[in-house]
């Protein structure tokens, strides 16, 4: 095992691809775990022809057609024209359309990208430090996979074989707590940061990015693209649709909505499909090269092992899961977050099963740890993608990031630690 690790951090080190390198590490080694070419060909079309995973390529279209359309623009003048009365409103607004992005598109980094890109400015423009907006955007993105539908949790079920409904109706609470626990900082931060605490206002601004429409018109835009998580997580918690069936309707509703609306080109198209298609197609090769990874794992009872090990000399509960909130804070600080989902659920699931956790607690806490490390360097997108949108660098986001990171770590902890925070459904 520790060959094995070594020859996969030596090769991330010299840059190959995740795929790449999960594949390599066992190919390179198949004498070692008793495998032969013959019996790994099939595992990788196993691995992606799962059909929860299609869920995971609609989701993507949908995002990326909400946001080439503008949709995701008018969900944003929505949140500004309601919370604009506010003190610091903005800060609010990033939060509230971060979880609204979060409900369409699954990702992360994709909120990050289309809340940042529309926020970014107009915070800039009332008065607020780059680093701050860059910042404030970066941690609010955490909502993108809190808020369900979630592409991470829909890859924990499938590997692990955990309900995705039960992952999605769990995750309500935490993104709750973690949106207030954002709030509650920038509300503090913001007397530092602005000048009297309030935002400034430019020369004949209405106070709305929707300043040229009139506010039943804001609304009236806006409810289209509100309708689209009410028909995808309806249709789930409502039993009238699977997750995948789900994002299938939700892919076809914004495809129509779009072109109904006229509001994307069919180079608008053309674009949202092909990046779907680039992102999501690398996602399942992803999968498929940690299905051969995971598929010798268990076949040589390293997960068993680790179960073995972990009830010899962990004794409690608490003692295994604070263990794994500092083990999976690392690992996301250097391993992109499906890939260390894909790695890391299968391998301590079993240990966490020994221990009586609930497998959909231990998917949350998993998938929140994880997206935690979107906040720390080096694989820090939800980083790189805010400084960017803001046009700030990562030492002025510095002096402002250890406070939300804080924030996340306690609601993190909350998380793992109150198990009634993600399974409070059974108690109804």
Same mark, same amino acid.
């Given at each position: 095992m520790a060959l094995t690790f070594g020859l996969m951090a030596l090769f991330l080190v010299l840059g190959a691809p995740l795929a790449v390198t999960f594949g390599l590490v066992i190919f390179l080694q198949m004498g070692t775990y008793g495998l032969s070419i013959a019996g790994l060909?099939?595992?990788?079309?196993?691995?992606?022809?799962?059909?929860?995973?299609?869920?995971?390529?609609?989701f993507m279209l949908t995002g990326e057609l909400m946001n080439r359309s503008g949709m995701a623009a008018e969900l944003i003048a929505l949140a500004d024209l309601l919370l604009r009365r506010i003190r610091a409103a903005f800060g609010y607004i990033t939060v509230a359309a971060s979880a609204m992005m979060g409900a369409i598109t699954g990702s992360s980094v994709a909120t990050v990208a289309a809340v940042g890109g529309i926020v970014s400015p107009e915070m800039i423009k009332r008065g607020y430090p780059k680093g701050y907006v860059a910042s404030l955007t970066a941690s609010a993105g955490?909502?993108?996979?809190?808020?369900?539908?979630?592409?991470?949790?829909?890859l924990y079920g499938a590997t692990v074989g955990v309900s995705?409904?039960?992952?999605?109706?769990?995750? *309500?609470?935490?993104?709750?707590?973690?949106?207030?626990?954002?709030?509650v900082v920038h509300n503090r931060l913001t007397r530092k940061v602005l000048r009297d605490g309030v935002e400034g206002r430019l020369e004949g601004d209405a106070g709305t990015l929707g300043k040229r429409k009139t506010s039943s018109r804001i609304v009236f835009d806006a409810t289209s693209a509100l309708l689209l998580p009410v028909v995808i997580l309806g249709g789930i918690y409502g039993g009238i649709m699977t997750p995948t069936e789900a994002a299938a309707i939700g892919c076809l509703y914004a495809i129509g909505m779009s072109a109904g609306r006229r509001l994307i080109s069919r180079e608008g198209f053309t674009r949202s499909f092909r990046a779907a298609?680039?992102?999501?197609?690398?996602i399942?090769?992803?999968?498929a090269m940690t299905g051969i990874f995971n598929r010798a794992m268990v076949l040589n009872q390293v997960p068993q092992d680790i179960a073995i090990w972990v009830a010899t000399y962990i004794e409690s509960p608490i003692a295994f899961l604070l263990m794994v909130n500092v083990v999976l804070l690392l690992v996301g600080t250097f391993m992109e977050t499906n890939a260390s989902i894909l790695l890391m659920g299968p391998l301590l699931a079993p240990a966490a099963e020994r221990f009586g956790i609930d497998p959909v607690h231990f998917g949350?806490?998993?998938?929140?740890?994880?997206?935690?490390?979107?906040?720390?360097?080096? *694989?820090?997108?939800?980083?790189?993608v805010a400084a960017r949108a803001a046009n700030a660098r990562l030492a002025d986001m510095m002096p402002y990031l250890g406070w939300f990171f804080g924030a996340a770590l306690l609601g993190q902890a909350i998380i793992t630690f109150v198990p009634f925070a993600t399974l409070w459904f059974r108690y109804l």
């Open positions: 060909s099939n595992i990788p079309y196993e691995e992606i022809s799962s059909y929860p995973l299609v869920a995971i390529p609609l955490l909502l993108g996979v809190l808020v369900p539908p979630s592409i991470p949790l829909i995705i409904s039960q992952l999605f109706i769990a995750t *309500m609470v935490p993104a709750v707590l973690m949106a207030a626990l954002f709030l298609a680039i992102t999501g197609s690398g399942l090769v992803i999968i949350i806490v998993i998938a929140t740890n994880l997206e935690i490390g979107l906040l720390t360097p080096p *694989m820090a997108a939800n980083l790189y």
